[in-house]
Structure formats: C-alpha cells, structure tokens
C-alpha cells in the first residue's frame, strides 16, 4: 500500500499519516526526516543534498527522489509506505511517477485532508506557544490550567509569528499556488480519495481506514 498525503500546511495530514503508519505497519516518511538522516549518515546523496542546501540552494527534484527511492527500497517498505510532505509539485509528482514506474511500480493512493483555509487559519490562531519552555497549547483544544500561563514552569504564552493569521496566510497561499493542482493530476490517474478534515482527527481517521480497507 503505497500513499501519499495530500492537504494544506495545518490541515493535519502528518498526524493522520503517522495514525496509519502505526495501523498498516509500514514506515511513515517525510522527507525533511529522509535528508536528515542521509546527512548525518554521510551517504553519498546526503552529501550531493548538503551542497545544495549549504549555498541555500533548492535540492533539485531528480535529487530529492533519488533519496527517496533509496529509502523506500529497504526491506520495512515491502508492504508499503506513506508519503508526507512529497511531492508537493507537480514536477515532482512525474518525477517519482517515472522513477516508479520504470520499477514496474506505483502510488496506490493520494489522500487528500481538505480542510478550507479559515478554519486552518482559525485553528493556527488558537495556538499558544511557551516562551521558555517551548510547550504548546491551544486555546480550544488544550488549554492551560490558567488563562496565558505555561502549565509546566510558569511562564507567558504567546501567539507565535508562525501561527499568525498573515503568516498562515502566506502559507496557504503557496500551497494553493503548488500544492493544490496535484489534486487535479492525481484525480486524472483516479488515485485520488478526499477526506473531510474539518471533523474530529478519530473520525477523520475512520473515513481514511474505510478508503485503505
Ligand atoms: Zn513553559
């Protein structure tokens, strides 16, 4: 069971795509984790990424599924895996698609976690960050014993540059600029199952487990 997650920053696709990592027993794999640990490992395409990335430079698309490949061709990977956080564009999208299928390969399934973006923007408002001790809270959903104050050491919560509406904003509107028309591509190769993700995350989780069997 090859898949890959679809949805914008915020709309909850990594917790969903960790929840079925851990129900289907196969590997959860961003890339962010895959070009860490091929980095810190010293391997010869960690090496070839780090150059790029220390002139500040993209990681070309060919590059980053070649990193990919590789991770997906060990043995925990046999029955499957779930993309996050690739591919994001649809570039990469006939990237991997080629390199799969010239493996006699292919995705399986592209979730999508449709959320609209004024709840992810009201969700990412009510988010509450400790200055000191970096823990997180939400205003709705895990609020602090006393209103402004971190639970563990005491010190003022605040609404992180990251969380705000502009910044969300931003966010949202890149991926609609991006991310958003592989929507359409995965919908042409009839891969394509939409969630709701504006409900619970167990329900969301539910529908999800319904589409995977
Ligand atoms: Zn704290």
Redesign the pocket.
């Known amino acids: 069971m090859k898949i890959i997650m679809l949805g914008a920053p915020g709309a909850g696709k990594g917790t969903q795509a960790k929840m079925i990592a851990e129900k289907y027993s196969i590997p959860h794999i961003s890339t962010g984790d895959i070009f860490r640990a091929n980095i810190k490992g010293g391997t010869e395409l960690g090496m070839e990424a780090k150059k790029y990335m220390d002139q500040g430079q993209l990681v070309p698309d060919e590059l980053t599924v070649k990193i990919l490949l590789d991770r997906v061709a060990k043995d925990d990977c046999k029955n499957g895996y779930v993309l996050d956080g690739f591919p994001r564009t649809i570039p990469q999208a006939e990237v991997l698609d080629k390199a799969l299928s010239e493996l006699g390969d292919a995705v399986d399934y592209a979730i999508d976690v449709d959320v609209p973006d004024e709840n992810i923007i009201n969700r990412m408002g009510g988010r509450r960050a400790?200055v000191?001790?970096?823990?997180t809270y939400h205003m709705v959903h895990v609020p602090p014993k006393q209103e402004g104050i971190?639970d563990?050491?005491?010190?003022e919560l605040i609404l992180r540059d990251d969380d705000k509406p502009e910044t969300v904003k931003k966010r949202l509107d890149v991926y609609h600029a991006q991310t958003q028309p592989l929507i359409e591509y995965y919908t042409k190769k009839g891969i394509l199952k939409s969630v709701d993700g504006t409900v619970d995350m167990m329900d969301v989780f539910a529908k999800i487990t319904d589409i995977l069997g």
Not at 152 to 155: N, T
Request: charge should be positive; include cysteine.
């Open positions: 400790c000191t001790c970096g823990a971190c563990k050491c005491g010190s």
